[in-house]
């Protein structure tokens, strides 16, 4: 829990009001406990494995957090209906996840939303699209902060802002190297000057498309991958919280992820192009790889795909444990009184 200060004294050692480790004492004295609800809206195909990643950091904190699985209408529904599902069971669908149209008449301190395994050149293209702008609709009611994660963040800056994301010619993908550029709210508290987080999309958004929309503040940039935590504040009071965030890159990424994808990337450009090379491990026994999967950048040591990759990034998922905490100072006790957001301009 984070320290109750005076702000009108600035003790010697203890953290003042600002940073996330501290809460002034008028504000303190007008919370009661209770559990943070959050609803996680989970696109994605492989549901199970971004439950654990998020749940992980979420869930470290000392706070009490209670998690939602919702899914969209059409999902639910087809699963429901019968409908057999690649990548995750639906047995585990529908013990663990509710329809939107089941949660929706209800208020939460904060909602993610993912990414999805997108197929179209635009966000708006996709078939969720008309379901999801109602969803992203509905967030400016019923949560008081909202976190958008991968296509879900090109999604959310479309619907909000009109900024498009454009597909490139090559997957932009690897651990790169960001800065902090600018931290009003102190979600990334913490934070090295520099520090590195996996990058993994096809689409992307302008840097001068972002940078020139007031509402939005660039948290995280990368010189090579362009922005990648982009933040919208809100107010409650005199001070700021992050009321819409927009994640492009993956701090929540196991070590082994983008190995993960890079397999797969090979096995289906080894369908597609099946001209290989020969690659070496350690052991002298030879890999075959597809010469058309590319490496994702600074990921494998000496860019040797038989080399177990380090992880550099463990320490910018704790964006989501700051996002919880700046949630708790913000949020009413009553959900009821979240109101709709004044957003700073």
Known sequence: ??????????????????????????????????????????????????????????????????????????????????????????????????????????????????????????????????????ILDWTETNALSSLFLCWGAKAAMKHFHDINSYKQEKKLWGVYPHRVASDKTRLLFGFADVFFMPVSRWKTPNRKDIATCKELEIAADSYEMGPNVIVESGKRGADLYPKRVYVLAHPEYDT??????????????????????NVRNKAGAENKISKSARLPANYFPDDNPN?????????????YSNWVHLVYQATPYDLAQIPKPHVVR
């Not at 919370?31 to 609800?37: F, T």
């Not at 080399?307 to 964006?319: D, G």
């Open 1 to 134: 829990m984070p320290v109750i200060v005076r702000s009108e004294s600035v003790h010697p050692f203890l953290p003042s009001v600002g940073s996330l480790s501290a809460v002034e004492e008028t504000i303190a004295n007008k919370q009661d406990i209770r559990p943070l609800e959050i609803a996680i809206i989970n696109l994605m195909a492989e549901k199970q494995t971004t439950e654990r990643q998020l749940s992980c950091w979420l869930g470290y904190t000392p706070l009490q957090v209670k998690l939602t699985f919702a899914a969209t209408d059409s999902y639910i529904e087809a699963v429901r209906k019968g409908k057999q599902t690649k990548n995750t069971p639906a047995e585990h669908v529908n013990k663990f996840y509710s329809s939107w149209s089941e949660i929706k008449n209800n208020k939460y301190d904060g909602v993610i939303i993912t990414g999805v395994n997108a197929l179209k050149d635009r966000v708006e293209q996709e078939d969720i699209w008309e379901e999801i702008t109602k």
């Open 256 to 277: 082994d992820t983008l190995k993960k994808e890079y397999i797969r990337d090979s096995a289906v450009a080894a369908a597609e192009k099946p001209v290989q090379r």
């Open 307 to 319: 080399e177990e990759p380090i992880n550099l990034w463990r320490p910018c998922a704790s964006m």
